[in-house]
């Protein structure tokens, strides 16, 4: 039951890893998907400068599509989806807020790296005060998702290694408990296979036990999660569900229990004969 649980603890700590990831990643997948940018205009940009903008815009082959956001549509929006600060800009003698232009990016220009080269292009572009590109701080987060992620498989790989150990005690003292056996089937010819196969099976079979114990309590904290924090989640989640490993996944821990649990046993073993 120790070498289970010591087992289950470190599949355990790695499928919540794997867990939290997963949907990390399919939020940062559906943002990729629509990702923009915004070039804010200067207030005294002449329309030809912004007409030179867009059309640069639309030969590019970087947009999906494309919005001109005015000062008074830009304010409107900031009233209708700030209502609480509406009244900090009515207080104000004039209007704070810069005409834009709003483009979509097309997938295909956003992995090609085609999307970065044009806000470059575009940043330099006379009437241009400012290019805001998703793509900076989702690249922020994704390079602090895959920080956490390396110190969770170490911290994943530590407690395999303690789980191993602890499988390859548990086995040794088995071994030991039947060491007049052992020298009986030396003694009449048992192949080396035949003596050090039980263990390694043993070793085996509290891997996959601990790695079925651990998705059997990571399941069952997803689901009291779900209840619990569901539409929480989902707002965190942009509207998305919070979705559990898919089976892939489990398949892998649990073959990483077995395997970590039949080292064990393999290691043990190697003192019977």
Known sequence: MFAVVAIALAMLVLGALLLVTWNVEQLLARWTSSAEFSV?????????????????????????????????????????????????????????????????????????????????????????????????????????????????????????????????????????????????????????????????AEGLIQGGLGALVALAVLWAGFGAISAWWGTELAALLDGGAMQFLPARFAVYLAAGGMLVGGAGGFVASRHAV
């Open 40 to 200: 804010y205009l200067a207030d005294d940009a002449t329309s030809e400068q912004r007409g030179a903008l867009e059309a640069m815009i639309d030969g590019s082959g970087v947009a999906a599509g494309r919005e001109y956001v005015s000062k008074a549509d830009a304010i409107a929006r900031f009233r209708r989806e700030f209502a609480d600060l509406a009244s900090v800009a009515d207080g104000l003698d004039d209007n704070p807020f810069p005409a834009s232009v709003e483009v979509r990016v097309d997938p295909a220009a956003e992995t090609d790296g085609r999307a970065g080269r044009l806000v470059q292009e575009i940043a330099g572009l006379a009437g241009v005060a400012d290019v805001r590109y998703d793509r900076e701080w989702l690249a922020r987060v994704t390079s602090g998702l895959g920080a956490v992620r390396g110190a969770g498989f170490a911290l994943a790989i530590l407690m395999a290694l303690a789980a191993g150990l602890t499988v390859a005690t548990v086995v040794r003292l088995g071994l030991h408990a039947r060491r007049d056996e052992l020298e009986i089937m030396q003694l009449v010819g048992s192949p080396v296979a035949f003596i050090r196969g039980p263990f390694v």
